[in-house]
Structures are given as structure tokens and as C-alpha cells.
């Protein structure tokens, strides 16, 4: 393949510059015939030698619109013909580049009201956007003009209203960095009262029906039930009631209906309608991740919690069959389509389903809501299971069901490993095993972690992404985040005190490298990221999404290495980061749920189980168990021989003095500077035990 630059559109069997890349969705354009570039001082340096605007298109591979808009566009050789002419073409994989997406994504927020994927815009040579759209067709539809309308108008205001581009960019590109003032000190604004008005907020938009939140279309909003599960602790009984009956429901309705796939497990992206039938049928891991992490509290605080673990136990299931790599750590997502049709490989008709399951498919059909009619095309039908199973009942059918899916052309995979999704995997798994009772679980999440420590970090710095035989893009503050969590997690279960130790050392290369120490602000991207420079903003990670706000999640890990090794100085940073960030909670607190559970834990502290006895004993196993599954997730679970070297990153207080009664495994739950009787029973480990809490 020659990298000489071309004006001219290619013919599709040309291969461009993509086809060098090792991201799936990149490689996916490889032979449009749009002269496209990836991300990087090549195309940067010919649009201003040029003086070009530069046409930036950002999406990622499991996107259904994004490949709508590839056949329908950028397949199109007239079309691609006008892009070339006219602009300096990028392509962006949003999954490896969020601080690219973050900033575009931005500008459409504050230009449109909204965004979304494929995401196009239309930029100065430096890259300071004017025009910013998502998907737009081939013709005009309806209201919406045609791509090359939109092309043809924005070359020509280049051409004739220079000097209005440059001064309404230079604009945009300053809003960028507006924040609100400073409402005042994180510890006089964020009490308890923000907690319970920012958990009203999204109450507010509860389905009490349905669950969930709005109406259609209908996403999960992981870092949402999250929140609301850690805000029960602060209200009265009516109060706390009725959200956990909210949360519950939303649990059962997201995993008996459509959201899941009943035959596969794990839960596709969003729905289309309100009660959770349909289904956008791609599958991205960190939903996966965080959705283990909600249903393993759920049924933490269920205590018989059984209809609240299959879920966890099939999504986990799903992800070792169909989403792990050779070493360990997971792949990104999985397409919506298949056979160019979205759906297609998830839906039955009952001729299907009486082939491979003979007397048995009439009830099966009857309880998964399977009739000649179908609830999506052509006569299809997405399973729902309408009769709420006992979910052995139907064990064996779905795996007759699932052998004979397996026969069908698969929707596509994209192979990469994203580190801060592993680490919502991995967080979601050893928080489960802790409430399932599983160590396969947990073996499932050190042998993950374990790959990101040996091929995604490279001399100490973690890398975002693995494809391709190799570990490349340096890894974005949420990698960091996820994986200070996941590693916290770990240790909490059991895993090892090396666990610990990476915690400790991601903790410190977060502050160095991604906060400003003056005012506490955190960045998506680090201070020394190579090619810092080219991007026109320094983006922030401010509000939640489909996945959590990285700036909330790293002070919610921070805080619990504060409280482990009475860190005094990650504690002030914490408070420094909380205050800079105060003004913008008090406008909005219901828009940051992570970063009010790090609030949450800070004003109730953290409670440890501290037991003492041989690691390798049946007797500190036990009470090691118990502790997991008594103290929230969040909370500190301490093992330790008596008299053993207390491990780095743990204060010697924790275990100094705490002996093993007559020689046998002790267990004592502390929360501040209390700690309770010794207990040696399971049964007598509870949470009334813990002082203050």
C-alpha cells in the first residue's frame, strides 16, 4: 500500500491508509474510497500546510449507525470524491481515543443539545471545531439534508466566511473550558442533604412500572443504580424502602426481558421501547461489568437474594465463552448486526424453535412470548420471558436453543482490550464471587487483571488498549480509575496483597499525571500524553454516562486507599479534588453519581474486617466469607496470620495488637477509631456489630 496522499476517490478494492491500523472499526473503512487518515501528525500537518478544513468522523465498531452511514456514504465514490477535494479526512475509534470523542462529543452537547454516534466534524486546520453533526443520509430524509448537501455548504462558507469560521470556532473552543464558580467548600456543600437531593432527582424519572429510567429508548444507566444503592444509608425507612423496591424491580425487569439475551446471557446496549422488549441488539463490555457489580449488590443486600444471581452467573458465562481473549481480558463489544440485518442472530420464529426443541417448544414459546405474529421484523420475536420462569425450568431448552444459534453467522467482535472496561469486569467479577461463593469467578478476574499487568502495562505505564499482538495508546485517567477499583476489588477478595500494591502504584501515577496538585482538577489525559499538544482542549471527565464520570471513580478509589493506610495526604487531595468540583454537583448533583459516591463513602466512612488467623485455614475462610458478604462493597476485608508483616499500603494499625483467640481465626469490625468485640462464629459476624455505622 502506498502512504502517498491522494485527492482522487479510490475504488473499493483499494486498500487506504486504515487498513495499517489494528482497530477493528478502522480496519472497517479500510477500502472506502475516502482518502481517510487516522489520528495523528500526518494528517495534521498536511491540513495546515494546506490550509484545509479537516473533516473529523468519530465511531467505534459494534456502531450500527456508524456502518449505516459507511454504506450509505463513504462507500459512495461521489460522495467520497467531494470529501477528498474538499477536506482533510480523520477517522477516530471513539473506544480507543476518548479524549478526541470527549471534545467533539462536547461541542455537540453545546451546539445541538445532543450527540451521538457516527459522530462528524468539521474543523479548522488546527482542529478547533465550526460544525458538528451525527448521522446524516446519503439523500435528504425528511428534515434532515443529505451529507453532501452538508459537505457543499461548508466548503463554501470555508471559502467565503473565513474570518466568521475562525472567530466562531475560537469561541467554541473557549466555551470548552467554562466551568461554573465555586460554590464554596466541598465540606460545607457536600453533606448528606446533596446525597438525598441528588438521589430524589433521578427518582424522579423512575419507572415505577417498568424500571428503569424515562421512557424510550431505555439504557441501564449503570453508574445511576450504583448511586442509588450506596444512598440508601441516608435516608429514613419509607424512603430507603421505596428506592429498593425501584432497584429490585429494575433488576428483574432488565433481566427477564428483552435488555437480556435469555439464550446467551449478557445484556445488550439499550432498548427501544419502554418496557424493555426490544432491544439495540450490540453487546459492550462495560455494561457488562458494571451491571455484575449492581446485581452482585443487589443481592448482597437481598440476603436471599437467589433470583438476582443467575443473571450474574449467566452474563459471566457469556463473557468467558463468547468475550476472552487467549490470556485473559476481554474483548470490547460485539455487533448489533449480522448479515447486514440488526437482530438477526438473536431472534426465533416458533417454526425455529419446534425444530429444535420438538414437544417441548409449545411451553417454552408460551413462557418466552414466541407467536406467529413476532414482536420485531418479519415476523420474529426477541425472547422475553413473560411468565418470570423459575430459571431452572428452562435450562435445557436454551441450551439446545444456544448450540443451534451457534450455527448461525455470528454478529462481528471487536478483539481489542479497553483497560478501564476490563476493569468494570473485573470489579463486577470479584465482587461477585464475594456473593456468589464462586472462586472460579474470581480466578476469571485475576487472570484479566493479570493480563493487563504483564501486556498492558509496559515499564510501569498502563496502556488503553491491546490489539493487535501489542499494547498501544497511553492509557486515558478512566483506565486508571477502573483499574485503582478493580484492583482494590481484588484485594478485598481475597485475591492477594499484590493487588494492593498495583492500587498503590496506579494511585500514584493518577495524582502525578493526570491532577493539577494546585487546584485537585483531574483529566481524561495526561499532562505528558504524547500528541497533548495537537488536541485544542484538555478534556475533562465531568458528568456520568453510559459509563462513570473517571474523575468520580478515581476519588472513590483514593478514598479507600485514604482510609486503608491512613494516607493523610491522599485524603487532602481527595477533599481538594471534591471542592473543585463543588460548584458543579450544587447546580446538578443528580448529573454525578460517582463522584457522590465517593461523597457518600466519605461522610459514612469505611468499615473493616480485620481477621486474624492462617490465611489457609477452613476457620478464617469462613469468617473471610462471611465479612464480604456483611460489609458493603466498598469496605475493607483485611486477612492476617498474627504477627505477620502487615502488608504495604495497609496501616499497622489495622492489625497491631490483634491476636487470633486460643489459636483460632478472630475476626474484628472496626469503622473509625472503634472496633467491636472479637468474633469467631460466621453467624455472629453482622453489621449491628460495627461501631458507628
Same mark, same amino acid.
Given at each position: 500500500?502506498?502512504?502517498?496522499?491522494?485527492?482522487?476517490?479510490?475504488?473499493?478494492?483499494?486498500?487506504?491508509?486504515?487498513?495499517?491500523?489494528?482497530?477493528?472499526?478502522?480496519?472497517?473503512?479500510?477500502?472506502?474510497?475516502?482518502?481517510?487518515?487516522?489520528?495523528?501528525?500526518?494528517?495534521?500537518?498536511?491540513?495546515?500546510?494546506?490550509?484545509?478544513?479537516?473533516?473529523?468522523?468519530?465511531?467505534?465498531?459494534?456502531?450500527?449507525?456508524?456502518?449505516?452511514?459507511?454504506?450509505?456514504?463513504?462507500?459512495?465514490?461521489?460522495?467520497?470524491?467531494?470529501?477528498?477535494?474538499?477536506?482533510?479526512?480523520?477517522?477516530?475509534?471513539?473506544?480507543?481515543?476518548?479524549?478526541?470523542?470527549?471534545?467533539?462529543?462536547?461541542?455537540?452537547?453545546?451546539?445541538? /443539545?445532543?450527540?451521538?454516534?457516527?459522530?462528524?466534524?468539521?474543523?479548522?486546520?488546527?482542529?478547533?471545531?465550526?460544525?458538528? /453533526?451525527?448521522?446524516?443520509?446519503?439523500?435528504?430524509?425528511?428534515?434532515?439534508?443529505?451529507?453532501?448537501?452538508?459537505?457543499?455548504?461548508?466548503?463554501?462558507?470555508?471559502?467565503?466566511?473565513?474570518?466568521?469560521?475562525?472567530?466562531?470556532?475560537?469561541?467554541?473552543?473557549?466555551?470548552?473550558?467554562?466551568?461554573?464558580?465555586?460554590?464554596?467548600?466541598?465540606?460545607?456543600?457536600?453533606? @448528606?442533604?446533596?446525597?438525598?437531593?441528588?438521589?430524589?432527582?433521578?427518582?424522579?424519572?423512575?419507572?415505577?412500572?417498568?424500571?428503569?429510567?424515562?421512557?424510550?429508548?431505555?439504557?441501564?444507566?449503570?453508574?445511576?443504580?450504583?448511586?442509588?444503592?450506596?444512598?440508601?444509608?441516608?435516608?429514613?425507612?419509607?424512603?430507603?424502602?421505596?428506592?429498593?423496591?425501584?432497584?429490585?424491580?429494575?433488576?428483574?425487569?432488565?433481566?427477564?426481558?428483552?435488555?437480556?439475551?435469555?439464550? &446467551?446471557?449478557? $445484556?445488550?446496549?439499550?432498548?427501544?421501547?419502554?418496557?424493555?422488549?426490544?432491544?439495540?441488539?450490540?453487546?459492550?463490555?462495560?455494561?457488562?461489568?458494571?451491571?455484575?457489580?449492581?446485581?452482585?449488590?443487589?443481592?448482597?443486600?437481598?440476603?436471599?437474594?437467589?433470583?438476582?444471581?443467575?443473571?450474574?452467573?449467566?452474563?459471566?458465562?457469556?463473557?468467558?465463552?463468547?468475550?476472552?481473549?487467549?490470556?485473559?481480558? $476481554?474483548?470490547?463489544?460485539?455487533?448489533?448486526?449480522?448479515?447486514?440485518?440488526?437482530?438477526?442472530?438473536?431472534?426465533?420464529?416458533?417454526?425455529?424453535?419446534?425444530?429444535?426443541? /420438538?414437544?417441548?417448544?409449545?411451553?417454552?414459546?408460551?413462557?418466552?412470548?414466541?407467536?406467529?405474529?413476532?414482536? $420485531?421484523?418479519?415476523?420474529?420475536?426477541?425472547?422475553?420471558?413473560?411468565?418470570?420462569?423459575?430459571?431452572?425450568?428452562?435450562?435445557?431448552?436454551?441450551?439446545?436453543?444456544?448450540?443451534?444459534?451457534?450455527?448461525?453467522?455470528?454478529?462481528?467482535?471487536?478483539?481489542?482490550?479497553?483497560?478501564?472496561?476490563?476493569?468494570?469486569?473485573?470489579?463486577?467479577? @470479584?465482587? @461477585?464471587?464475594?456473593?456468589?461463593?464462586?472462586?472460579?469467578?474470581?480466578?476469571?478476574?485475576?487472570?484479566?487483571?493479570?493480563?493487563?499487568?504483564?501486556?498492558?502495562?509496559?515499564?510501569?505505564?498502563?496502556?488503553?488498549? $491491546?490489539?493487535?499482538?501489542? +499494547?498501544?495508546?497511553? +492509557?486515558?485517567?478512566?483506565?486508571?480509575?477502573?483499574?485503582? &477499583?478493580?484492583?482494590?476489588?481484588?484485594?478485598?477478595?481475597?485475591? /492477594?496483597?499484590?493487588?494492593?500494591? +498495583?492500587?498503590?502504584?496506579?494511585?500514584?501515577?493518577?495524582?502525578?499525571?493526570?491532577?493539577?496538585?494546585?487546584?485537585?482538577?483531574?483529566?481524561?489525559?495526561?499532562?505528558?500524553?504524547?500528541?497533548?499538544?495537537?488536541?485544542?482542549?484538555?478534556?475533562?471527565?465531568?458528568?456520568?454516562? @453510559?459509563?462513570?464520570?473517571?474523575?468520580?471513580?478515581?476519588?472513590?478509589?483514593?478514598?479507600?486507599?485514604?482510609?486503608?493506610?491512613?494516607?493523610?495526604?491522599?485524603?487532602?487531595?481527595?477533599?481538594?479534588?471534591?471542592?473543585?468540583?463543588?460548584?458543579?454537583?450544587?447546580?446538578?448533583?443528580?448529573?454525578?453519581?460517582?463522584?457522590?459516591?465517593?461523597?457518600?463513602?466519605?461522610?459514612?466512612?469505611?468499615?473493616?474486617?480485620?481477621?486474624?488467623?492462617?490465611?489457609?485455614?477452613?476457620?478464617?475462610?469462613?469468617?473471610?466469607?462471611?465479612?464480604?458478604?456483611?460489609?458493603?462493597?466498598?469496605?475493607?476485608?483485611?486477612?492476617?496470620?498474627?504477627?505477620?508483616?502487615?502488608?504495604?499500603?495497609?496501616?499497622?494499625?489495622?492489625?497491631?495488637?490483634?491476636? +487470633?483467640?486460643?489459636?483460632?481465626?478472630?475476626?474484628?469490625?472496626?469503622?473509625?477509631?472503634?472496633?467491636?468485640?472479637?468474633?469467631?462464629?460466621?453467624?455472629?459476624?453482622?453489621?449491628?456489630?460495627?461501631?458507628?455505622?
Amino acid at each position: 500500500m502506498s502512504s502517498t496522499s491522494t485527492d482522487k476517490a479510490k475504488t473499493p478494492s483499494a486498500t487506504n491508509r486504515l487498513g495499517q491500523q489494528t482497530s477493528a472499526y478502522l480496519r472497517q473503512h479500510q477500502t472506502n474510497p475516502v482518502d481517510w487518515y487516522p489520528w495523528g501528525d500526518e494528517a495534521l500537518a498536511r491540513a495546515k500546510a494546506e490550509d484545509r478544513p479537516i473533516l473529523i468522523s468519530i465511531g467505534y465498531s459494534a456502531c450500527h449507525w456508524c456502518h449505516v452511514m459507511e454504506r450509505e456514504c463513504f462507500e459512495n465514490p461521489e460522495i467520497a470524491a467531494m470529501m477528498n477535494e474538499s477536506f482533510i479526512n480523520i477517522k477516530v475509534d471513539r473506544e480507543e481515543r476518548p479524549d478526541i470523542d470527549q471534545i467533539y462529543m462536547s461541542t455537540a452537547l453545546k451546539l445541538n /443539545g445532543r450527540g451521538g454516534w457516527p459522530l462528524n466534524a468539521i474543523c479548522t486546520p488546527d482542529g478547533r471545531p465550526f460544525f458538528v /453533526g451525527t448521522y446524516f443520509p446519503p439523500e435528504p430524509r425528511g428534515e434532515m439534508p443529505s451529507f453532501p448537501d452538508i459537505l457543499q455548504a461548508l466548503s463554501q462558507a470555508w471559502r467565503e466566511q473565513r474570518d466568521e469560521i475562525e472567530e466562531n470556532s475560537a469561541q467554541i473552543v473557549a466555551a470548552l473550558s467554562d466551568r461554573p464558580e465555586q460554590a464554596g467548600a466541598a465540606g460545607e456543600t457536600l453533606g @448528606a442533604a446533596k446525597i438525598q437531593q441528588a438521589a430524589q432527582a433521578i427518582m424522579k424519572s423512575a419507572d415505577l412500572a417498568h424500571g428503569g429510567f424515562g421512557r424510550a429508548p431505555k439504557f441501564p444507566t449503570p453508574p445511576n443504580l450504583e448511586f442509588l444503592t450506596a444512598s440508601l444509608d441516608f435516608f429514613e425507612h419509607d424512603t430507603s424502602s421505596e428506592i429498593a423496591r425501584f432497584l429490585a424491580l429494575t433488576g428483574r425487569e432488565m433481566s427477564r426481558r428483552g435488555l437480556f439475551d435469555q439464550i &446467551g446471557g449478557g $445484556f445488550h446496549r439499550y432498548c427501544t421501547d419502554v418496557n424493555w422488549t426490544i432491544p439495540h441488539f450490540e453487546k459492550m463490555l462495560y455494561d457488562q461489568g458494571q451491571l455484575i457489580s449492581f446485581y452482585a449488590e443487589l443481592a448482597r443486600r437481598a440476603h436471599d437474594g437467589t433470583d438476582l444471581l443467575w443473571p450474574i452467573i449467566e452474563t459471566a458465562d457469556y463473557l468467558k465463552r463468547e468475550m476472552q481473549g487467549e490470556g485473559g481480558a $476481554f474483548y470490547a463489544s460485539q455487533d448489533a448486526d449480522s448479515e447486514g440485518e440488526e437482530g438477526k442472530f438473536f431472534v426465533w420464529t416458533p417454526l425455529e424453535i419446534a425444530a429444535h426443541l /420438538g414437544d417441548d417448544a409449545d411451553p417454552f414459546c408460551t413462557t418466552y412470548g414466541v407467536r406467529l405474529a413476532g414482536n $420485531f421484523e418479519n415476523g420474529t420475536t426477541q425472547l422475553v420471558d413473560e411468565a418470570r420462569s423459575k430459571r431452572s425450568d428452562f435450562a435445557d431448552a436454551r441450551a439446545r436453543l444456544l448450540a443451534a444459534r451457534n450455527e448461525r453467522i455470528a454478529p462481528a467482535t471487536d478483539p481489542k482490550h479497553v483497560a478501564a472496561w476490563n476493569g468494570y469486569v473485573i470489579s463486577g467479577l @470479584a465482587r @461477585a464471587a464475594s456473593v456468589v461463593g464462586d472462586t472460579a469467578l474470581l480466578d476469571e478476574a485475576k487472570r484479566a487483571a493479570d493480563f493487563v499487568l504483564n501486556k498492558m502495562t509496559v515499564d510501569g505505564h498502563l496502556y488503553r488498549v $491491546f490489539d493487535g499482538g501489542r +499494547a498501544h495508546v497511553p +492509557a486515558f485517567l478512566d483506565d486508571h480509575a477502573a483499574m485503582l &477499583g478493580a484492583y482494590l476489588d481484588l484485594h478485598r477478595a481475597g485475591a /492477594g496483597d499484590r493487588y494492593l500494591e +498495583a492500587a498503590l502504584h496506579i494511585a500514584e501515577t493518577l495524582i502525578q499525571r493526570f491532577a493539577d496538585r494546585e487546584t485537585g482538577a483531574l483529566y481524561l489525559t495526561a499532562e505528558d500524553a504524547p500528541g497533548a499538544a495537537s488536541l485544542v482542549h484538555r478534556p475533562r471527565s465531568d458528568h456520568d454516562g @453510559a459509563t462513570p464520570d473517571a474523575s468520580g471513580l478515581a476519588l472513590l478509589g483514593l478514598t479507600r486507599l485514604a482510609a486503608l493506610g491512613h494516607r493523610g495526604d491522599l485524603d487532602a487531595f481527595v477533599t481538594q479534588a471534591l471542592d473543585e468540583q463543588s460548584a458543579l454537583i450544587e447546580n446538578a448533583p443528580h448529573a454525578f453519581p460517582t463522584l457522590l459516591r465517593a461523597v457518600a463513602l466519605r461522610l459514612r466512612g469505611m468499615s473493616f474486617a480485620v481477621i486474624i488467623g492462617d490465611p489457609s485455614a477452613d476457620d478464617t475462610h469462613r469468617l473471610a466469607e462471611r465479612a464480604r458478604r456483611v460489609l458493603r462493597p466498598e469496605d475493607a476485608i483485611l486477612v492476617c496470620a498474627e504477627n505477620a508483616e502487615v502488608p504495604a499500603g495497609i496501616a499497622p494499625d489495622w492489625i497491631r495488637g490483634r491476636i +487470633a483467640i486460643d489459636g483460632k481465626a478472630t475476626a474484628y469490625l472496626c469503622h473509625g477509631t472503634l472496633c467491636s468485640a472479637p468474633v469467631q462464629e460466621p453467624s455472629e459476624l453482622v453489621v449491628d456489630l460495627i461501631p458507628g455505622a
